[in-house]
């Protein structure tokens, strides 16, 4: 039973490009979220898609969107890249509204804006 | 809304003792309750979560955690630490419709 499959694993990117990070949830699961984890930091929430649409936002500016798929697949874009925006990138699936049910996280990708 | 403090940023033990990470949370509804571990470069994956069921739950590789709702806790311990314990613990809570709210983790360094 495939896990939680990030891509890619490592990007680097210039300030002011912008990105896009993909997900495939753990089978079974409807809901994805996307977490950015700054070096020593605890992973902070950015948003979560459910029947593709946004269900949640954590406090990221508008340069942060995502999409889900019908396959329940997702993607998290973000424009106009900025230094800060360096960070571990992890994708965590579940079940909608279930979440005593676990959160299963992908390795995550290591983005590096230079 | 939910948080979660996690006291100690490193905590260094000698192999085959005690392990203790402290975790404390904030909920204005009942919580549920979870301790990830993450490796050097790797993801998050799931020690253990407490769901409502028995306050006291076992995880994977030996650790457990028992939920304490007059303390607000939900520690998490090892009676024994093996040198392949050495990562990064993150405590997190959820009211299940939400979103995990992370604390800050704590480095387990453990020497032989």
């Known amino acids: 039973d495939a896990g939680v499959t990030q891509s890619p694993t490592h990007l680097i990117k210039t300030r002011g490009q912008q990105v896009t990070l993909r997900c495939s949830p753990k089978?079974?699961?409807?809901?994805v979220s996307w977490y950015q984890q700054a070096l020593g930091q605890g992973p902070q929430f950015i948003f979560q898609?459910?029947?593709?649409?946004?269900?949640q936002r954590g406090n990221f500016p508008d340069r942060f969107s995502g999409h889900q798929f019908p396959n329940y697949s997702s993607e998290l874009n973000v424009n106009a890249l900025l230094l800060g925006d360096s960070a571990l990138y992890l994708c965590?699936?579940?079940?909608?509204?279930?979440?005593?049910?676990?959160?299963?996280f992908g390795s995550g990708t290591r983005l590096t804006v230079v | 809304a939910q948080s979660v403090t996690q006291l100690g940023s490193h905590v260094s033990v000698s192999e085959g003792a005690l392990v203790l990470l402290r975790c404390n949370y904030s909920s204005s509804v009942p919580p549920y309750l979870f301790w990830y571990v993450q490796y050097p470069n790797q993801g998050l994956q799931l020690l253990l979560k407490y769901t409502s069921a028995a306050t006291l739950v076992k995880g994977i590789n030996g650790f457990e955690a028992e939920f304490k709702k007059s303390e607000t806790s939900f520690h998490l311990t090892k009676p024994s630490a093996h040198m392949s314990d050495a990562a990064e613990y993150f405590c997190a809570v959820s009211d299940g419709f939400q979103k995990l709210v992370f604390g800050t983790g704590t480095r387990l360094l453990v020497s032989p």
């Open positions: 898609y459910y029947e593709e649409e946004e269900r």
């Open positions: 089978s079974g699961h409807d809901t």
């Open positions: 965590a699936s579940s079940l909608y509204r279930q979440g005593e049910y676990g959160y299963t």
